[in-house]
């Protein structure tokens, strides 16, 4: 009898698998994202009960996120096709009824800005082939731990060009670069498309080969979210603008020097990050004016922070300082409709006034993701170079 009851069981089980798979090849098949030759995009969703579907993205606008009502099709399909889109990488997402925001089900490919996750195809033939995984030598990407002089461990990842491995005598100059507000250390690699570009630069000659670092800017928090001890937790708005992350940051520059193989010297060193992370990058790179050569600001919160902070008195005595040894690049980018760039126009007239020698990027659109991998490009073909 018991062994009946087994046996019974096991099919039950068996059957409920079966009927699973079964049904997971019985949905409605979508093809979506389908790429044309002339570039246009063909969105769909299969939503049979929906009243409305919207598609939400970057594809309609340049440098903003924008809705398009998406047509019903026979069998329950939505779909939207958009105009020709020139190379880049687009993100996007649906909105059934005013009310349920969903990545698309029949694509993959999906990143995660703040707490929004998105879908997104990329656009080949141009820019959006730097974006892009090429048949070149691929370098190598780490999640990695360090310890902190507060006692805790924070992750950080960790880019090492093609060939760190097998050339075990070669050490190689380092970029840090900084995450937004509500970003994390893994901003950079995902949307930000840091290992694509950085692999087809470096084959193309267009860059010299480094280390790039990508670090946790957020203190109250010891990696992204779902990564630590710290669990699950909701991603959100969380930033760092009260000194502590600067200064933690001598010791996570010599842990990646005792723990990779780094030319230590101030000429190999750079910073950059974006809004919160290019506020980090202008205060570290005075606060220790030795040690990087070269600062990066993409869209930078440059007149933003907590009062009372004795890490951001005497900016401008330690800007001086920090002129004063010559940096061999000191990089500014923004877009002209970026809520930002009134204080960088104000940050650069103080520069002016004051006769320190940098570059000015100015490019359209505001505060996205789309001007910031346009940045890291054509900032990291600028490194190591003097």
């Known amino acids: 009898m018991l062994r009946s009851t087994i046996v019974a069981m096991v099919m039950v089980i068996a059957s409920v698998s079966a009927m699973a798979q079964q049904n997971l090849w019985q949905k409605q098949e979508v093809i979506s994202p389908e790429i044309a030759a002339d570039g246009s995009v063909t969105l769909r969703l299969y939503a049979p009960n929906a009243e409305r579907v919207m598609v939400c993205g970057d ?165 992204a979210p779902g990564f630590s001890h710290e669990g699950m937790w909701r991603p959100y708005m969380s930033g760092s603008m009260d000194g502590s992350f600067e200064a933690m940051f001598p010791t996570i520059v010599e842990w990646v020097d005792d723990n990779y193989r780094t030319r230590s010297q101030m000429e190999y060193r750079a910073i950059a990050g974006l809004s919160m992370g290019g506020f980090h990058s202008l205060q570290i790179s005075k606060e220790y004016p030795t040690m990087f050569d070269y600062v990066g600001l993409f869209s930078a919160a440059v007149m933003r922070h907590k009062e009372g902070v004795a890490l951001y008195d005497n900016r401008d005595a330690k800007l001086a300082e920090q002129f004063s040894f010559k940096p061999a690049l000191y990089w500014i980018a923004i877009g002209k409709d970026d809520f930002l760039y009134a204080e960088n126009v104000e940050y650069r007239k103080f520069l002016d006034e004051k006769g320190y020698d940098y570059t000015y990027v100015e490019s359209g659109g505001g505060h996205v993701w789309r001007n910031w991998r346009i940045y890291l490009t054509d900032f990291a073909q600028l490194l190591f170079k003097r």
């Open 59 to 223: 594809m309609f606008d340049a440098y903003n996120s924008e809705a398009r009502a998406m047509t019903r099709r026979d069998g329950g399909v939505w779909e939207y096709r958009t105009e020709p889109l020139a190379s880049e990488m687009y993100c996007y997402w649906f909105n059934i009824d005013g009310s349920s925001d969903l990545c698309d089900p029949a694509n993959s490919y999906v990143v995660r800005d703040v707490g929004r996750q998105m879908s997104y195809f990329i656009i080949p033939g141009g820019r959006g082939d730097i974006y892009t995984a090429q048949d070149v030598p691929h370098g190598s990407v780490s999640r990695v731990w360090a310890p902190m002089e507060d006692g805790r461990e924070r992750r950080m990842v960790v880019y090492t060009p093609a060939g760190y491995e097998s050339n075990k005598k070669t050490k190689y100059p380092v970029l840090y670069l900084l995450h937004g507000m509500g970003g994390d250390e893994e901003a950079w690699i995902a949307t930000g498309r840091l290992a694509e570009i950085m692999d087809n630069l470096i084959a193309q000659g267009k860059a010299e080969p480094m280390i790039v670092v990508m670090t946790n800017g957020c203190t109250a928090h010891v990696s």
